[in-house]
């Protein structure tokens, strides 16, 4: 089954995206994301040396950008100011490389978007030819604002980041996605590969993750967990839930033609 997922004009045979941090060491930063499959990789520029850093361990030694795609991200950064300046920065060091996770957070003890900051970095960096994915609250409105701003791709939460709790608010997506022209992909919260696989069911091109698998007691396992889960969500959508029927029972056999009960009736 054909069936790529495309961003920013690029396709990908991947649906599922995975963080590079929290893993004990580059070492199993890549078994990790070789074990799920993922294409794109987002970095967290301010906390992962590609090369800022001459003289330390890099993580394009083990993940080269000739192999997989980068997503330099903004992790850490709390105005639209650090979160452009970073992204600038992460230009430079990737020579021109374009396509980038924004994200701008409210606060450090829920790490929620901080919608009013996330806007106005995405107009700035869209204007300057960045392809732009973006974290955002699940609110169909805010999401609607980036995409008519041109980000490339909207990436509302399922619950907070590093949380683990799964899709909150299943309805809030399903409008997201509803009314979307560009991908949407769940970033944030998914903690095992059930909530992975809802959100796939649910409609979504794509999910982000990171801590779901590198804190998972063997990360590995859990990565390969991830990528069948996210294809099996995503076929299950493909095909089409049966309806749901609330009161009334229905036989998985056909009764017509059924053999009369004993006594003749």
């Known amino acids: 089954m054909h069936d790529p997922l495309i961003i920013a004009g690029k396709t990908y045979s991947s649906r599922l995206l995975v963080g590079t941090g929290k893993y004990k060491d580059f070492a199993e930063t890549k078994e990790a994301v070789d074990e799920a499959g993922a294409e ?4 967290a520029i301010r906390r992962t040396n590609i090369g800022q850093n001459p003289g330390e ?12 795609t980068l997503l330099p991200n903004t992790a850490g950064c709390y105005t639209a100011e650090d979160a452009v300046r970073t992204l600038r920065l992460a230009r430079e060091l990737l ?38 994915m973006v974290y955002c609250s699940d609110d169909p409105i ?21 949380s683990g709790m799964g899709i909150l608010n299943p309805w809030n997506l399903r409008l997201i996605i509803d009314n979307a022209k560009v ?25 982000l993750m990171n801590s779901a698998i590198a804190h998972a007691k063997q990360p590995v396992l859990m ?18 839930r ?14 017509s033609g059924m053999i009369a009960p004993s006594g003749g009736q």
């Open 40 to 43: 794109i990789i987002t970095v």
């Open 95 to 132: 020579d021109g490389h374009s396509l980038v996770k924004l994200e701008v957070l409210g606060n450090a003890d829920n790490l929620y978007p901080n919608m009013p900051e996330t806007l106005k970095a995405a107009e700035i960096l869209v204007g300057e030819g960045f392809d732009v």
């Open 183 to 207: 991908p949407v992909l769940v970033d944030a919260g998914v903690g095992t590969a059930s909530d992975a696989a809802i959100a796939m069911e649910l409609g979504c091109d794509a999910v």
């Open 57 to 68: 361990p890099s993580l394009l030694d083990v993940l080269p950008p000739s192999r997989y």
């Open 242 to 255: 049966m309806p749901r029927k609330l009161y009334s029972a229905s036989p998985s056999s056909p009764t």
């Open 142 to 162: 805010q999401a609607k604002r980036l995409e008519e701003i041109g980000c490339v791709a909207v990436m509302p939460l399922a619950s907070i980041i590093g």
């Open 223 to 240: 990565a390969g967990a991830m990528k069948h889960a996210v294809q099996a969500g995503r076929k299950a959508f493909l095909a089409g």
